[in-house]
């Protein structure tokens, strides 16, 4: 079966998550992805939770969730010889991934207008905390400060201007910058394969932050108005709030008022609502959310969450169970859209990881193999790009490879 991206080859030079994940999207779209390691590896690996599972503490799933379907190469950057070897890959390749600061690109003869030289339909792409122009081009970052913090987004997200800054789980930032990354990456390679003419491309965890909150942007960019952080009980519909159920899990509503407020009335069993004066209109609901929060939750107390859900949907309510990580783990529409396949390893077995957020008709596009040990297609690799036996012995006896 045909895949999105079959025959491209991706050489790629990063660490951690966000620039690693979109390599691994690509790779479960089917492109042959070169992982190039220090010869101590990507130092991402063996830093993520072990799986509280009897035989499974020892493998690496969290690496393994951004790098699987790689080949992975140990090279020392550092050693001049070494470049010459990412330029001989880099000339047969149609991509070059990394997230090397300006500096390290041009000391290692990484940057654009070097590998262009050697392959002028390359396509060269770069991630960045706050991008490569302006007072902090270059400035490095991770998806808390750059993509959480600088982008306003935890600031928006606190309830009330002196509540605590929330914290992120971990590399939700960097998945969201992989994605636009990739997003970047397909279009300038779909111009590159038009013109014959490579392409320089980029993004940031800074401005992806920004594009997830446009909604909020398209009118503060204008009046430069601080948002207002809302609590519950002053959020401006009580059609569009999180309430607590009786076993303690939550529910969240987001219905327009209009449609929203009668269903919601009388799926809680509180048809007086529709004629207490006090409740009369959307505004007066609004000016009153401090009283009607407390009484939807007395209410909402009565019952669970899984109890008071078959109710909403009987009543056509749009809302939504706020379910725990361990519950999507096991969620039923989770499991219908196929989002944690199935992986083997010879040594661990079947295991599930995280699908990507797409899927094709036609296509098997997902994560194949599972995540390359360090340094565990060094020697097939440089085999296929033309480097012989007595080469490969030489660059392993001078350390220059692993």
């Given at each position: 079966?045909a895949?999105?991206?079959?025959n491209?080859?991706?050489?790629?030079?990063d660490n951690?998550m966000a620039?690693?994940?979109?390599?691994a999207?690509?790779a479960d779209?089917?492109a042959?992805?070169i992982?190039?390691?220090?010869?101590?590896g990507?130092?991402?690996?063996?830093?993520?939770?072990?799986?509280?599972v009897?035989?499974?503490?020892?493998?690496?799933?969290?690496f393994d969730?951004?790098?699987?379907?790689?080949?992975s190469?140990?090279?020392?950057?550092a050693?001049?010889a070494?470049i010459d070897?990412?330029h001989?890959?880099?000339?047969?390749?149609?991509?070059?991934l990394?997230?090397?600061?300006?500096?390290?690109q041009e000391?290692?003869?990484?940057?654009?207008?070097?590998?262009?030289?050697?392959?002028?339909?390359?396509?060269?792409a770069t991630?960045?905390?706050?991008g490569?122009?302006?007072?902090?081009a270059w400035r490095?970052?991770?998806?808390?400060?750059?993509?959480?913090g600088?982008?306003?987004?935890?600031?928006?997200?606190?309830?009330?201007p002196?509540?605590i800054?929330p914290?992120a789980?971990?590399?939700q930032g960097?998945?969201t910058?992989?994605?636009?990354?990739?997003?970047?990456?397909?279009?300038a390679l779909?111009?590159a394969?038009?013109?014959?003419t490579?392409?320089v491309?980029?993004t940031?965890?800074?401005?992806?932050?920004?594009?997830?909150?446009?909604?909020?942007f398209?009118?503060?960019?204008?009046?430069?108005a601080?948002?207002?952080?809302?609590?519950?009980e002053?959020?401006?519909?009580?059609t569009?709030?999180?309430?607590p159920?009786?076993d303690?899990?939550?529910?969240?509503?987001n219905?327009?008022?209009?449609?929203?407020?009668?269903?919601?009335?009388?799926?809680?069993?509180?048809?007086?609502?529709?004629?207490?004066?006090?409740f009369?209109d959307?505004?007066?609901?609004?000016?009153?959310?401090?009283v009607?929060?407390p009484e939807i939750?007395?209410?909402l107390?009565e019952k669970s969450?899984?109890?008071?859900?078959?109710?909403?949907d009987?009543?056509g309510?749009i809302?939504?169970?706020?379910?725990g990580?361990?519950?999507v783990a096991?969620d039923?529409q989770?499991?219908?859209?196929n989002?944690?396949?199935k992986?083997?390893?010879?040594?661990?077995?079947?295991?599930?990881?995280?699908?990507?957020?797409?899927?094709?008709?036609?296509a098997?596009?997902g994560?194949?193999t599972?995540?390359p040990?360090?340094?565990e297609h060094t020697?097939s690799?440089?085999?296929e790009?033309?480097?012989?036996?007595?080469?490969?012995?030489?660059?392993?006896?001078?350390?220059?490879?692993?």
């Amino acid at each position: 079966m045909a895949l999105p991206l079959d025959n491209i080859t991706i050489i790629e030079i990063d660490n951690w998550m966000a620039a690693p994940s979109a390599a691994a999207i690509l790779a479960d779209m089917g492109a042959r992805v070169i992982k190039v390691e220090p010869l101590t590896g990507d130092p991402m690996r063996n830093n993520g939770r072990p799986p509280k599972v009897d035989g499974l503490a020892s493998y690496d799933f969290q690496f393994d969730v951004d790098n699987r379907g790689k080949h992975s190469i140990c090279v020392d950057l550092a050693n001049p010889a070494a470049i010459d070897i990412i330029h001989k890959l880099c000339g047969q390749a149609q991509i070059f991934l990394c997230n090397l600061l300006a500096q390290r690109q041009e000391k290692f003869r990484l940057d654009p207008k070097t590998l262009l030289a050697i392959n002028p339909s390359l396509v060269h792409a770069t991630l960045t905390g706050y991008g490569t122009t302006g007072p902090d081009a270059w400035r490095p970052g991770y998806d808390v400060t750059a993509f959480f913090g600088r982008s306003g987004l935890y600031d928006a997200m606190r309830e009330g201007p002196h509540g605590i800054v929330p914290m992120a789980r971990p590399a939700q930032g960097d998945h969201t910058t992989g994605l636009a990354l990739v997003g970047a990456i397909l279009g300038a390679l779909r111009l590159a394969e038009r013109t014959g003419t490579g392409q320089v491309v980029e993004t940031s965890l800074y401005e992806t932050a920004v594009w997830t909150q446009a909604s909020d942007f398209a009118t503060t960019a204008i009046d430069q108005a601080p948002v207002r952080q809302r609590s519950r009980e002053n959020m401006l519909l009580p059609t569009a709030n999180r309430y607590p159920c009786g076993d303690d899990r939550w529910i969240v509503f987001n219905m327009p008022e209009a449609s929203g407020w009668a269903k919601l009335c009388k799926a809680l069993g509180k048809e007086e609502w529709l004629k207490d004066e006090r409740f009369a209109d959307a505004r007066s609901r609004y000016q009153m959310m401090p009283v009607l929060v407390p009484e939807i939750d007395r209410v909402l107390a009565e019952k669970s969450r899984d109890e008071w859900g078959a109710i909403f949907d009987a009543a056509g309510l749009i809302w939504g169970p706020v379910l725990g990580l361990h519950e999507v783990a096991q969620d039923k529409q989770a499991e219908a859209i196929n989002m944690f396949p199935k992986l083997n390893d010879e040594e661990i077995g079947d295991y599930r990881t995280v699908g990507i957020p797409m899927r094709f008709k036609t296509a098997n596009v997902g994560p194949k193999t599972r995540a390359p040990k360090i340094g565990e297609h060094t020697l097939s690799v440089l085999a296929e790009f033309g480097f012989d036996e007595a080469a490969i012995s030489q660059l392993l006896a001078a350390e220059i490879i692993r």
